[in-house]
């Protein structure tokens, strides 16, 4: 069983008696999601797998809490960004925006990417060496900025 799950599972445990009922359900919701990709797909999910579904529900959080925002609905915003701060604390550490400068720079460097049109191999290529150490959002971002 991988590292992240068998975490995952110990603090579903604490949380449950710590009576924590919010970590407790969100803890569950990502349990569920994982569970879901195990059967669907017949396989057991490696570490990285599981990053990427925790990047993903990390976005939806965020995105629904955008939502939230603009309907003038803060309560429900202020649930999604903290379901969105709990998920957070299972991605391994996120790489610095002049870290991942760097990186992207030393990328382009190599690939001999010269403008807009490469981003997308760029893109690849830093998504393979950065995993889930920065979310795709930020690395676009970046990578924009250096092709231009």
């Known amino acids: ?14 949380a449950m008696k710590a009576k924590d009922v919010f970590k407790r359900e969100t803890i569950r919701f990502l349990m569920s999601a994982l569970k879901q990709v195990e059967v669907d797909e017949r396989r057991e999910l490696s570490d990285d797998d599981i990053f990427k579904i925790i990047q993903k529900s990390i976005k939806q959080r965020e995105d629904a809490a955008l ?6 609905r803060d309560d429900l915003c202020e649930k999604e960004l ?7 604390a299972y ?7 002049e870290e991942l400068m760097t990186l992207v720079q030393g ?11 490469d981003m997308g191999r760029v893109m690849k290529l830093a998504s393979e060496h950065v995993g ?5 959002k930020t690395m ?6 250096l092709l231009n």
């Open 1 to 14: 069983m991988s590292v992240v799950k068998e975490t995952l599972k110990s603090d579903l445990k604490d």
């Open 67 to 72: 939502q939230y925002k603009e309907a003038e």
């Open 82 to 88: 903290a379901e969105a701060e709990i998920l957070k």
């Open 91 to 97: 991605l391994p550490k996120q790489l610095s925006s």
């Open 107 to 117: 990328i382009i460097d190599e690939s001999g990417a010269t403008g807009m049109k």
């Open 132 to 136: 889930a150490g920065a979310d795709g």
């Open 140 to 145: 676009s971002a970046i990578v924009k900025k």
